[in-house]
């Protein structure tokens, strides 16, 4: 089963200063985060802070693209965690049909940014993620440490302040 979840902010893993996106669901009962690269970070950040450049970043000439072959997102969902490592799917309506392309969970959440289209995880990822060694994981860049892990739970909103780009 999937769960529609929201970017509920960008912080660093204060242990391996990785940045981390944190994704909750509408009652923040579940809570996934996830390390991405510092590129999609600032990606996220900006669509975030509604910031907008001169010329058109990676994200932005992917939805463009998208757009101009009369296709749109319709979701992208969070689908599996496996070896410490997240997969996605960003999900394609087109007159054509629907495709489904595979995509680093950091690259279809700034594109469901982007499009204003729903993010959704499935429970079996929020379990999964639950049970690993974040430890290792951070380590290998695939999921935060256990201290960030463990705080994640207990932050508000107005916690994260500003993203930093």
């Not at 996830?34 to 990676?58: D, N, Q, W, Y």
Request: aromatic content about 8%.
């Amino acid at each position: 089963m999937f769960i529609e979840m929201k970017v509920f902010g960008i912080t660093m893993d204060p242990y391996t200063n990785v940045p981390v996106v944190v994704l909750k669901d509408a009652a923040e009962k579940n809570v996934l985060p996830v390390c991405i690269g510092v590129l999609e970070a600032g990606a996220i950040a900006s669509e975030l802070e509604k910031v907008h450049f001169a010329r058109p970043m990676t994200h932005d000439l992917l939805r463009e693209a998208i757009r101009v072959t009369g296709a749109a997102v319709s979701k992208v969902e969070v689908v599996d965690l496996r070896d410490n490592i997240f997969y996605a799917i960003i999900h394609l309506a087109t007159k054509s049909g629907a495709f489904s392309i595979d995509a680093r969970p950091s690259d279809a959440i700034a594109l469901a940014l982007r499009t204003a289209s729903p993010i959704f995880v499935d429970d079996g990822v929020l379990e999964k993620s639950r049970n690993i060694d974040l430890r290792a994981a951070s380590e290998k860049g695939g999921s935060p440490s256990k201290g960030l892990f463990d705080s994640l739970e207990d932050f508000s909103q107005g916690d994260f302040g500003k993203y930093k780009m």
